[in-house]
């Protein structure tokens, strides 16, 4: 019983620092869910593209980013749920663009148009990638001693030819 004594302040402090631990961590839940939340005041003024690329993959979902500017200031993120996407070339599944690995066109045309307002509209021209993935990377030693020696170009390996 002299136990329990002894550990029933400790007990409390405890339970009361739960306590308000796990009500903190709910006001802040609740208020995160509520910044999502497009206040009523604040409409979609205009649409932009912010890509994560320069140029696009053929065979791969290239991945096609459109934010929303709001009339409070904040950018939020479209997506097809918002949002009419259009190419002259590919097909859409979402925000993805896939196009065919036998696709021969140098660029494509992606048009973007907001579902409700047809006045908010974007289209860009993103090119596609030309070279392949088989390009050789230079080894941790190489870039090692590029930096330990800026000024002294890399040896190329003769390739048989005569000097």
Request: proline content about 3%; some cysteine.
């Amino acid at each position: 019983m002299d136990y329990l004594d002894n550990e029933g302040p400790n007990m409390m402090i405890r339970l009361l620092f739960a306590i308000l631990l796990f009500s903190s961590c709910s006001v802040q839940a609740q208020r995160k869910s509520k910044d999502k939340e497009q206040p009523a005041s604040a409409t979609l003024d205009s649409i932009a593209f912010h890509l994560y690329t320069d140029s696009l993959k053929k065979g791969v979902h290239n991945y096609i980013n459109v934010d929303g500017h709001y009339t409070d200031g904040r950018w939020l993120p479209l997506t097809s749920k918002e949002l009419k996407f259009s190419c002259d070339g590919g097909k859409f599944e979402g925000n993805s663009l896939l196009l065919d690995k036998d696709f021969k066109g140098d660029k494509v045309t992606v048009t973007v148009t907001h579902n409700t307002n047809n006045a908010l509209t974007r289209s860009m021209i993103i090119y596609i990638k030309q070279k392949g993935d088989d390009e050789r990377l230079k080894t941790k030693e190489e870039i090692l001693d590029e930096i330990r020696n800026p000024g002294k170009q890399p040896r190329k390996k003769n390739k048989g030819f005569l000097s």
